[in-house]
């Protein structure tokens, strides 16, 4: 970015500005985020009970779809499970539905086998090919904090673990996401992460750390006309490979030839900055830290963030442009 190259005289780049041209409707879709408008179907109550097995064991009592519904409003309102099943029992009694409510035990238990519908949830995929932005980011767990560090004085490495995310640059949705500990790097990601997505990819933008033939490789495997913009490392150099040059080849030398300023301006790689703000999105509206304790719950709860960070942008979404600045 421009401040990288002016660290001495930084103050003096102001800072740019941004209009909402579509305030009225984005103010609308805000307040539609606190609904609590309600609704049940009839085919949700038909489904609301698990049916029965014919294997050995004992019969489960709710269906996946109950079991998603409560996790769903407890992520929506950042609710405990005991919580969530009070809410849950609350507004049934209030609708007048006589179905039973799951208990906090039994939403523990459930999350850690996974939602189905959860995991792999539904795209709007548009017309043309997708712009994908791809980025990660560290979220908190349950842990020892700094308090009983500075009673006890031992220092203990802190665990955390890493979301990958996929976002279409144009819609803000995310499309694909994965959850893995904080020792994965982010080059094994992209493979999972576009199996995830079904449809044709137009770009593919990320940042350095995702720098490498492996990932031009997988990205050109998934969609072959796709377009690669990674920035290559500061010491990067052409491969030397007989025949024309790939992509990572033209941008080592398009960065060498004009600067890497100009290079992100051709490119487009300036909108991998829309990632961020969708990390930003859910780190401020899902939360930084995972409630959930073991692995298979904590990847339901992101993979259920998700879903509700779609619907809440789906709700409304501020379409922003550049004000310029006006020249005496």
Request: positive net charge.
């Amino acid at each position: 970015m421009p401040h990288k190259y002016n660290t001495a005289r930084r103050h003096h780049i102001a800072k740019m500005k941004f209009r909402v041209t579509n305030w009225p409707d984005y103010e609308a879709g805000l307040r539609r985020r606190g609904s609590l408008t309600l609704w049940v179907t009839p085919e949700a109550l038909a489904g609301w009970r698990a049916p029965r097995r014919r294997t050995r064991g004992g019969q489960p009592r709710y269906s996946d779809l109950a079991i998603e519904t409560a996790l769903t409003l407890g992520c929506v309102f950042g609710l405990r499970l005991r919580q969530t099943e009070g809410l849950m029992g609350s507004i049934f009694d209030l609708m007048g539905v006589e179905i039973p409510v799951p208990d906090h035990t039994t939403l523990s238990r459930r999350a850690q086998k996974g939602a189905p519908s959860a995991q792999r949830q539904p795209q709007s995929i548009p017309d043309g090919p997708l712009h994908v932005l791809v980025d990660s980011t560290g979220l908190k767990i349950y842990g020892a904090g700094r308090w009983l560090e500075g009673k006890h004085g031992a220092r203990s490495r802190r665990n955390w673990r890493k979301l990958h995310l996929a976002v279409d640059a144009d819609s803000g949705e995310i499309i694909a996401h994965g959850l893995t500990d904080q020792d994965t790097d982010d080059l094994s990601q992209v493979e999972p992460l576009l199996n995830q997505i079904d449809g044709e990819i137009g770009q593919f933008t990320a940042d350095g750390a995702y720098d490498g033939k492996p990932t031009y490789g997988k990205v050109l495997q998934h969609s072959g006309l796709a377009r690669v913009v990674i920035p290559p490392r500061a010491t990067a150099v052409e491969s030397g490979d007989t025949g024309p040059p790939g992509q990572r080849d033209s941008h080592v030398a398009a960065i060498a030839k004009d600067g890497r300023l100009t290079w992100q301006a051709a490119t487009g790689y300036g909108k991998r900055a829309l990632i961020e703000t969708a990390i930003g999105r859910y780190k401020a509206l899902i939360g930084r830290r995972l409630r959930a304790r073991s692995f298979m719950a904590q990847q339901t709860e992101v993979a259920i963030g998700c879903i509700v960070l779609n619907r809440m942008l789906a709700c409304g979404r501020p379409e922003s442009v550049r004000c310029r600045a006006m020249k005496a």
